[in-house]
């Protein structure tokens, strides 16, 4: 699991030593921010003659690229019974009728019987606030299979819900790092995990999204703490620049608020964006070596 597959879909990873590129970008349009469950099918049945087998982290580009985390999920053996766990600063369980979006696709994943639970780790965002309340599928927080782990986010509507048991709040990063930390070290198990950078400070790296507190020593540490073993993992959130030809696209992307940017930032901001990924990758094969031995 040591070569890492960039899905070249919108061209903001950048070079990758050892990575195995697959040029995807006639997707673009298709895929990016949200798309239909059958064109979704679609790439996915295309993934399976591209895919190295064995294959290691899949980078995708731009956190609008997240719910691709779901076919490369739904991919990991039957027989293995895994958790999945998201670094992600939004919980990405919200209603979206129009198919499958960025923000939608945990719900999926957390009904795959091979999935025991899933973990959304370091929220900061509104999106489970009492305001959102409504957006959020509750089906998967009812029944037990996800696990919301915010900082600073008022919930306590879940409570008055009825979903207490599904959010985990707290004051600050740091102990929301040692409560997971102590939780995957006192019940070890196989994990998928998936990381969207937006999870991050923005005085770590910068992405297409608003964006939460973590630091990279957070994620680092977030990372160890899956003693259990990796059976994949994925990278999202990187920074580009692109304009719809899908007029309910442009609507949609801008009633989500995306954060707009100056032309002459994008390259600065994915140099950065390069420099993350090397040692997130390189904390990912640490921590599959580990298990392994």
């Not at 950048?14 to 990016?32: I, K, M």
């Not at 979704?40 to 591209?50: H, S, T």
């Not at 945990?106 to 025991?116: C, F, I, K, T, Y």
């Not at 819900?161 to 740091?174: C, E, M, S, Y």
Request: glycine share 8%; net charge positive.
């Amino acid at each position: 699991m040591n070569t890492p597959v960039v899905l070249d879909i919108d061209g903001s990873v950048g070079p990758l030593a050892g990575g195995h590129v697959l040029a995807l970008a006639d997707w673009q349009e298709t895929l990016r921010f949200g798309c239909s469950v059958r064109s979704l099918a679609r790439f996915d049945r295309l993934l399976d003659g591209l895919l190295p087998q064995d294959h290691g982290t899949v980078m995708l580009g731009s956190g609008d690229f997240h719910h691709l985390s779901w076919p490369l999920i739904a991919r990991v053996p039957r027989g293995r019974v895994f958790q999945v766990v998201v670094l992600d600063n939004h919980p990405d369980n919200m209603r979206f009728p129009f198919g499958v979006h960025c923000g939608s696709w945990v719900r999926r994943v957390a009904r795959l019987p091979q999935v025991s639970h899933v973990h959304v780790v370091g929220i900061t965002s509104s999106d489970i606030a009492a305001a959102h309340a409504w957006e959020n599928y509750r089906g998967p927080l009812r029944a037990g299979r996800l696990t919301y782990w915010s900082v600073g986010v008022d919930t306590a509507w879940a409570t008055r819900a009825g979903l207490g048991h599904a959010f985990r709040g707290f004051g600050t990063v740091a102990d929301l790092v040692e409560a997971f930390r102590r939780l995957q070290l006192s019940h070890p198990q196989p994990a998928y995990l998936s990381i969207d950078k937006d999870v991050f400070s923005e005085e770590v790296v910068r992405t297409n999204w608003d964006q939460g507190q973590l630091r990279l020593d957070d994620a680092l540490a977030l990372i160890d703490s899956l003693r259990g073993g990796l059976v994949g993992s994925d990278i999202t959130g990187e920074i580009s620049a692109y304009r719809y030809r899908r007029w309910w696209k442009r609507r949609l992307s801008a009633m989500d608020a995306q954060p707009a940017f100056a032309a002459h930032d994008l390259g600065p901001w994915q140099v950065r964006q390069h420099a993350l990924n090397a040692v997130l990758l390189d904390a990912i094969r640490r921590r599959a070596r580990a298990r392994s031995r």
